[in-house]
């Protein structure tokens, strides 16, 4: 718990991506216990305009965790137990379009998921960690990504004179190796725009507990069917994000400032209608 004795709340969540494992300054930092097992790192508390934002590493602040480890359930629950009900999701992409390139920033309103076997759901019919039986729950997934998030986001990009891109598909690939040249084609004859690795579940998984969730997809790379040179490298892609991380940031707070404080949106209402909801959820 905060050293002041106050109870560790949040409004907002930010979750980091390659490159980004530190938000913000004065934090107090939590360690939160999940039912699904501990979370990425620590959570970071502190404040953004006025608002309270926890901001957790995604890949743990020492990016020890590949992305197919991550533990997406108990990162979503433990910023959900804090009371934060909106999530901002930076991530490192490769652009699938040669007009895409290094330093893009495109905020998706699609996601197509090639991953393999992740934990995606909370509502697996097993007891909660309640102990009670949760209902059969399908949660709508048509738009996955938060109407409100998406719009702060676009608006706060073109406030730092960063033009983004609004809309466009993000495949998410089960990794952590790159795509062979053929898969990456084959996603771009599909219309996708951008490849990553930690999208699904994550957006998924804020869906069933009724958050909103927003990405922001960082261009670091073109993919290898898009660049004729040797391909990605792991280390060109956190080269690329430490280059924008400044930027990245300074949107990230304008977005969070301006997030509104009330919801209404999709998200909002992912959960309405459930007899029992997602039981052992505290409320804040
Ligand atoms: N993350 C950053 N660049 C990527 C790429 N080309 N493919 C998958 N994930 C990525």
Same mark, same amino acid.
């Not at 895409?100 to 909370?122: M, W």
């Not at 990794?175 to 994550?202: D, K, L, Q, Y």
């Given at each position: ?39 990425? @790192? ?6 953004? #305009?006025? %608002?309270?934002? *926890?901001?957790? &590493?995604?890949? /743990? ?86 109407? @409100? ?6 608006? #706060?990009? %073109?406030?730092? *004179?960063?033009? &983004?891109?609004? /809309? ?117």
């Amino acid at each position: 718990p905060p050293a002041t004795g106050a109870p560790a709340r949040a409004e907002i969540g930010v979750i980091g991506g390659s490159g980004l494992y530190a938000l913000l300054d004065d934090v107090t930092e939590v360690t939160v216990q999940t039912p699904y097992g501990p979370p990425s @790192d620590s959570v970071f508390l502190g404040e953004v #305009a006025g %608002r309270s934002v *926890a901001f957790l &590493p995604r890949h /743990g602040r020492g990016h020890t965790l590949p992305p197919h480890r991550i533990n997406y359930r108990a990162n979503l629950w433990a910023l959900h137990s804090l009371g934060v009900r909106q999530v901002l999701g930076p991530c490192a992409v490769g652009g699938l379009r040669t007009e895409y390139g290094p330093g893009t920033l495109l905020v998706p309103d699609q996601f197509v998921d090639r991953t393999l076997g992740r934990a995606q759901t909370f509502y697996d019919g097993l007891p909660l960690p309640d102990g009670s039986l949760p209902e059969v729950v399908h949660v709508s997934m048509a738009d996955p990504y938060c109407p @409100d998030g998406r719009r702060a986001a676009l608006a #706060a990009a %073109r406030a730092n *004179a960063w033009e &983004p891109v609004d /809309g466009g598909t993000l495949v998410v690939i089960e990794g952590p190796r790159f795509s062979t040249r053929a898969e990456s084609r084959w996603f771009t004859a599909n219309g996708w725009s951008v490849v990553g690795m930690t999208g699904h579940p994550e957006a998924v998984l804020a869906r069933e507990l009724g958050l909103c969730y927003t990405s922001l997809a960082l261009v670091t790379d073109l993919d290898a069917g898009v660049e004729t040179g040797e391909g990605v490298t792991h280390a060109e892609v956190l080269e690329v994000f430490a280059r924008n991380v400044d930027r990245l940031r300074t949107v990230l707070f304008k977005a969070v400032a301006d997030l509104p404080a009330a919801r209404d949106c999709v998200c909002s209402h992912a959960l309405d209608g459930l007899e029992t909801g997602l039981a052992g959820v505290p409320e804040p």
